[in-house]
């Protein structure tokens, strides 16, 4: 027997190495680098937003032009759909999706690669912007849609490989935090949207790799991107309704 830093060994055995898996060498060593860049553009927005939080009267202009508002995405701002999901209202708000999107960002980009990454989010934040705008014409902010949408990729996935989500930590994230999402001023249609989304751009990926070229998956998930927006253009509604309405 051969003593080692872990004990003692056969000889065989303490002449082989570990292999060490780490972020960077999932999916063949490709490191999260669009996981990254989205999580500092949330933190630099946060940052930048000052104020901290949706109270008062002293939001700056980074807030009051990115918040996504039903009213407003009827008034033709649409990039709200977008710049919505990159801005948080706490530090508890922020830090919960940023830490959960740098562990399903980093399995997912490690797996699909950065561009279908990125589509992949894409997908679930237009999603969830939708899944809002349906259940409020009101302020709704955060990652928390794409994040979702990531979460119902590799749900989608994981059933199609054979595993069972319950037996890993996924399925417990995700039982947690869609009973938390009906908590009172959370955006479950959002988080809801962005589920759905996200699933259907697994869905899209796996069979566009089954049935046709190359881009036929990233296709079908930019006509998904097409549908959230349209639809949520179109049950968009003016403020002097919403006001009618309240």
């Known amino acids: 027997m051969t003593s080692t830093p872990v004990g003692m060994r056969c000889p065989e055995c303490a002449k082989q190495r570990t292999k060490v898996r780490t972020i ?22 946060f940052l930048a937003g000052g104020n901290f939080g949706l109270e008062g009267t002293n939001q700056s202009w980074i807030d009051r032009n990115g918040w996504l508002t039903g009213w407003e995405v009827n008034d033709g701002q649409y990039w709200r759909l977008v710049t919505g999901g990159f801005l ?43 899944g809002a705008i349906i259940q409020t014409q009101g302020v709704t902010v955060g990652a928390s849609g794409a994040v979702f949408g990531l979460a119902g990729y590799l749900v989608v996935e994981m059933r199609r490989r054979g595993e069972n989500i319950f037996q890993s930590q996924l399925g417990f994230l995700l039982v947690i935090n869609l009973v938390l999402s009906f908590r009172p001023d959370v955006s479950w249609g959002g988080h809801l949207g962005g589920l759905v989304f996200g699933a259907l751009a697994a869905v899209a990926l796996h069979e566009g790799r089954k049935r046709g070229p190359a881009w036929l998956g990233p296709a079908l998930c930019a006509g998904l991107c097409v549908i959230a927006v349209v639809a949520a253009v179109g049950v968009s509604e003016p403020l002097y309704e919403t006001a009618t309405l309240r």
Request: net charge negative.
């Open 24 to 45: 960077s060498s999932i999916g063949g060593g490709h490191l999260p680098q669009v996981t990254q860049a989205i999580i500092a553009v949330c933190v630099v927005a």
């Open 88 to 130: 948080h209202a706490g530090i508890i708000h922020i830090a919960f999706n940023m830490l959960l999107l740098w562990f399903l960002g980093s399995e997912i980009e490690g797996r699909e690669g950065s561009g279908r990454f990125a589509l992949i989010y894409l997908v679930g934040l237009l999603g969830g912007s939708l």
